[in-house]
């Protein structure tokens, strides 16, 4: 008998987590820890049957994945699921529960068994949908299903009274406005970093002597830490504009959205420009030589024959830049320049730890979201360079 031992292991664990850690948290107020309570306590009895139901479930299918590994794969992975929305859902009716006549002040906040069950279940379906297929396709679209099922579930108002939601709903206008100025630093950096980042890969092809001296320096960027870099940009760029009145019209000053863009700009220059290189490297000389035997110009050969077979690497770089960038922009609330990263800090200065997670979830769902559409445009291309 030969048993799925990544779910094993990570049942093994989830199960611990459950015994030994608290599931949620209820306090008279949101600055101190309050009273844990354990998953045993925090469900109702048809809650602990149904997740008892669904553990058994996963857990038998994982000991006989070896009989019918496509079927059981099936079983599994719904199962979990069901079982990552019940835990979701249990959570929230809990506070909902308990806080009917409770003071305002009381808050019921996600203690550390839920986000320990939460990142077992997932690696659980990640595992499942590795082994059941290699397609992309099928792997980004159950991603996104289960993602809709966890929205629909917030839309719902069956998780309004937990802590965190509480923090969203203080807070609904800042946030969205947080927000959308966190993806206007990771865009803003994007395309400054894919004009410079492409033609230094491209340089560093066609330039044997250079390519060493040129991917050492970008390397130089990526080792210094990133508040580090946004510290060493803010007095250079305050006499820059202090210097320039154009500059300082621009809004180029020392604190703000001016030096996180560049310093995220050159932590995307080396990720981009390296991919770029091994993208147009790894085509054939054979693809070239047959355009040019077409009379194809290099300026055809370029975008007919060797962008589209270098594609596929070229988005593989990109998908890491626009995930590096997404984590980074936090770090960029510390100069002035806004984003989720403002929930944060202020969160760790309050000591309100889901004022804090309200500006790092959201940072995660974006960085997540954006390497599955990612990771399936790299698909795509792949198959449309095939042809």
Not at 18 to 44: C, D, I, K, Q
Not at 51 to 78: D, I, N, S, T
Not at 183 to 202: D, Q, T
Not at 287 to 295: C, F, N, S, V
Request: hydrophobic share 60%; aromatic share 8%.
């Amino acid at each position: 008998m030969k048993p799925n031992r990544v779910i094993v292991t990570l049942l093994v664990l989830a199960l611990a987590a459950t015994l030994l850690l608290p599931f949620v948290n209820m306090a008279p107020n949101r600055l101190v820890s309050g009273e844990p309570y354990s998953f045993w306590a925090a469900l109702t009895g048809g809650q602990l049957a149904l997740a008892g139901g669904l553990l058994a479930l996963v857990a038998l299918m994982a000991v006989y994945w070896h009989r019918w590994p496509g079927m059981f794969g099936h079983v599994a992975l719904v199962a979990c699921l069901l079982l990552l929305l019940l835990v979701v859902y249990a959570a929230g009716n809990f506070a909902a529960r308990n806080l009917e006549d409770a003071a305002p002040a009381v808050r019921v906040s996600l203690s550390s068994a839920f986000w320990v069950q939460v990142f077992c279940l997932c690696l659980m379906m990640i595992d499942v949908l590795q082994r059941m297929t290699r397609s992309v396709f099928t792997q980004v679209f159950f991603a996104l299903f289960a993602f809709a099922a966890l929205v629909l579930l917030f839309l719902s108002g069956a998780l309004d009274q937990l802590s965190i939601m509480r923090e969203y709903a203080n807070r609904r206008e800042a946030f969205a406005g947080a927000l959308g100025e966190h993806m206007m630093l990771v865009f803003s950096a994007l395309g400054p970093a894919l004009v410079i980042g492409v033609p230094l890969g491209l340089l560093g092809l066609r330039r044997l002597r250079l390519r060493s001296s040129l991917f050492s320096t970008l390397n130089v960027f990526q080792t210094i830490p990133s508040i580090a870099l946004f510290g060493l940009l803010v007095a250079p760029l305050s006499s820059l504009g202090e210097a320039v009145p154009l500059f300082r019209e621009l809004g180029v000053r020392g604190i703000g959205s001016t030096p996180a863009i560049i310093a995220l700009v050159l932590y995307a220059l080396l990720p981009i420009a390296r991919n770029t290189y091994a993208g147009f490297a790894q085509v054939p000389p054979a693809a070239i030589e047959a355009a040019q035997g077409m009379g194809m110009t290099p300026r055809q050969i370029l975008w007919r024959v060797e962008v589209p077979l270098a594609l596929p690497v070229l988005l593989s770089g990109l998908r890491i830049v626009v995930v590096q960038s997404i984590g980074l922009a936090v770090v960029a609330a510390l100069i002035g320049a806004g984003g989720l990263g403002t929930f944060v800090f202020n969160g760790l200065g309050q000591y309100a730890i889901d004022l804090v997670l309200l500006g790092a979830i959201p940072t995660i769902i974006l960085a997540v979201l954006a390497d599955c559409l990612l990771q399936l445009l790299v698909s795509l291309s792949r198959r449309k360079g095939a042809t």
